[in-house]
């Protein structure tokens, strides 16, 4: 399956623009991290891209992403790819074993966080953004209450990058697609 087959699935089934700007965040990220570690950009990055594309028809832990798999292999996607996305919840028939699985839990919770604070700066960008920046908002257990803390912590640690060098690396993937994610703000890219 190559990123023009994924994403189409993605315009099938995801029709909220911001969930479709968080799985392309996770997407950046999984393609930061597989060039970084040596391994299938295109793989890592298409698992990153879909890993969410059931949250629409299938919104409760029970149902995403046990229920949308069936809708993947049926599209051709490899089980490779499946079962990461399967893994990147806590489904306890799926823990997560590889790289790639690892990686993608600790990308996928960390993005919000992320978008949220960019999104509150004056500049309203990633270009500016640092981990810093993330790291002060942390603090403030009101702030992206919707995000979860302990798994953002839990993915890094199990991905085995400390959680502020992975905030970092996170921001630098997402500034490659600020201009689709609408993060941009006021700058433009050095």
């Not at 189409?8 to 968080?22: A, E, M, R």
């Not at 059931?54 to 490899?78: F, K, N």
């Amino acid at each position: 399956m190559d990123r023009k087959q994924a994403f189409d699935i993605v315009n099938q089934y995801v029709k909220n623009q911001g969930l479709v700007h968080h799985m392309l965040c996770v997407e950046a990220a999984m393609r930061f991290y597989a060039e970084k570690e040596g391994q299938d950009i295109e793989l890592w990055g298409i698992t990153g891209l879909l890993h969410d594309f059931d949250w629409e028809i299938h919104p409760t832990r029970e149902g995403h992403p046990r229920d949308g798999a069936p809708l993947l292999r049926e599209a051709g996607v490899s089980e490779e790819v499946v079962r990461a996305i399967l893994a990147h919840s806590d489904l306890p028939e799926y823990p997560r074993q590889t790289r790639m699985e690892k990686a993608l839990f600790a990308c996928d919770e960390v993005t919000g966080l992320i978008t949220a604070v960019a999104l509150v700066r004056p500049s309203r960008s990633l270009y500016d953004l640092e981990a810093s920046s993330v790291k002060k908002k942390w603090k403030d257990k009101a702030f992206a209450a919707g995000t979860n803390r302990e798994e953002m912590e839990q993915g890094a640690a199990d991905f085995g990058v400390p959680l502020w060098e992975h905030v970092q690396n996170v921001i630098l993937a997402m500034r490659k697609i600020a201009p689709e994610l609408g993060l941009e703000g006021s700058l433009r890219p050095e």
